[in-house]
């Protein structure tokens, strides 16, 4: 399947500070890529959808202004966390998928942890 | 609007027998995909099986295999000979099909399966 590399995969920053993940997908076009969040032992919650080019979609009660999302080329987004909190701590996942395609492949994942 | 439920939290299976994991999903749709993920602890989404809705013959990946029943709205995924590596969270996950869908995906809630040597 196509893969898709999220950096980094773990990241500390302190509180107040902005921090930025990397979605690349390194042997398709993704047009359209996805940012979910995760608790531990729950599901992904989807953060926005964003499309190459275009403003992010964001979900009911996911702040935009907090999480800036970035898809300026097909084959990168990032999410920008800013004035991180440590509430904001949590696993955070990428999936992207080409316009034809029928499954999102999913990054790695980066865990987030604000002190 | 779409949901997708899994009932059952957790779930243990002895190695090398049988387990069945239950989802359901409401959709006004008729066209759709859904798919069971597999979260290991590592934390990487993995497909472990994808069935199309318009297709009524089950979808098989050799020890993984779906009951899917569209008229309930019911997608079981079976594990057939299951295995220490088949120990991970299991999600299921509906998409809608067609050409204005994005591509969004649903999630279940997630199954913790446990394979006991």
């Known amino acids: 399947g196509a893969v898709v590399s999220q950096h980094p995969s773990r990241v500390i920053c302190k509180s107040g500070t902005s921090v930025k993940i990397e979605c690349r997908s390194l042997?398709?076009?993704?047009?359209?890529m996805f940012w979910y969040r995760q608790f531990p032992k729950q599901s992904l919650m989807l953060m926005a959808t964003s499309n190459e080019g275009s403003k992010a979609t964001y979900e009911q009660g996911v702040e935009k202004d907090k999480f800036l999302i970035n898809h300026a080329s097909l084959t990168l987004s990032t999410l920008t966390v800013t004035s991180a909190h440590p509430e904001d701590s949590s696993f955070y996942i990428c999936?992207?998928?080409?316009?034809?395609?029928?499954?999102?492949?999913f990054g790695q994942g980066t865990r987030l942890t604000v002190v | 609007a779409q949901t997708v439920t899994q009932s059952q939290p957790e779930m243990s299976v002895q190695e090398a027998e049988t387990v069945t994991l239950s989802c359901t999903y409401d959709t006004s749709e008729s066209d759709y995909y859904l798919f069971w993920y597999k979260q290991p602890p590592s934390r990487q989404m993995i497909l472990v099986i994808r069935q199309e809705a318009y297709k009524q013959q089950n979808a098989t990946e050799n020890r993984f295999s779906v009951n899917f029943q569209k008229a309930a709205k019911s997608f079981s995924l079976k594990i057939s000979d299951s295995q220490l590596g088949d120990a991970a969270m299991y999600f299921c996950a509906y998409r809608r099909r067609g050409s204005s869908n994005t591509g969004k995906l649903i999630f279940g809630q997630g199954t913790t399966l446990q394979v006991k040597p």
């Open positions: 042997d398709f076009q993704a047009t359209t």
């Open positions: 999936s992207a998928r080409d316009n034809w395609g029928t499954e999102a492949f």
